[in-house]
């Protein structure tokens, strides 16, 4: 064994922010990974059996484990994030459980080498996962493709997509019963 540690949580700044009852704006966050039970064990819950599009709220409701100074974090404070924010964190959930750090891939704009970048500082990151000090022109000129490749923000990766098509296909299958009440196979 190697003696590294697993990063298992990732600090995050929303873009616009989630306002609290009293207006107060909690911007600054921490995203744990996610467990198996993390996604499935919302495809348990009525709201999420009856609109499997809400899943993405109760799984990203279970892995926000802190935003601002709120006490707790749950489907009624991820529902009411502005768009932009919701998708920022499905982005991040995206991330951190499929490539295992916070990261996007980038290209120098002169020499056209691709190389990877620290999502929330913009550092570069070796082939290892781990920062190095890049001169501010790097960081200028690397800092250019980051949003290009965050073009498809819009959905969670595979296993929450995967997920999701499990729900509709039971959704679906719990709606095509027989006139005898039994499933249609």
Not at 74 to 91: K, R, T
Not at 116 to 135: Q, R, Y
Not at 152 to 177: F, P, V
Request: hydrophobic residues 35%; proline residues 3%.
């Amino acid at each position: 064994m190697t003696g590294s540690t697993l990063q298992t949580e990732f600090e995050f700044t929303l873009p616009q922010g989630y306002v609290d009852d009293e207006g107060t704006l909690h911007k600054e966050g921490r995203m744990r990974l996610a467990t198996a039970a993390d996604e499935i064990e919302p495809l348990q819950t009525p709201r999420v059996q009856s609109n499997s599009s809400y899943l993405t709220l109760v799984l990203l409701s279970r892995v926000v484990t802190e935003l601002g100074d709120l006490e707790t974090i749950d489907v009624s404070v991820i529902e009411d994030l502005f768009v932009s924010d919701l998708e920022y964190l499905q982005a991040l959930y995206e991330r951190i459980n499929n490539q295992g750090v916070n990261a996007v891939e980038t290209a120098c704009p002169e020499c056209g080498e691709r190389f990877e970048i620290d999502a929330e500082s913009g550092a570069h990151l070796t082939s290892d996962g781990v920062s190095s000090p890049m001169n501010q022109a790097s960081m200028d000129a690397g800092a250019t493709g980051v949003g290009d490749d965050l073009g498809g923000i819009g959905s969670i990766g595979s296993g929450l997509e995967a997920t999701e098509m499990h729900a509709a296909s039971a959704e679906s299958n719990d709606s095509e019963e027989s006139a005898s009440g039994n499933p249609v196979e």
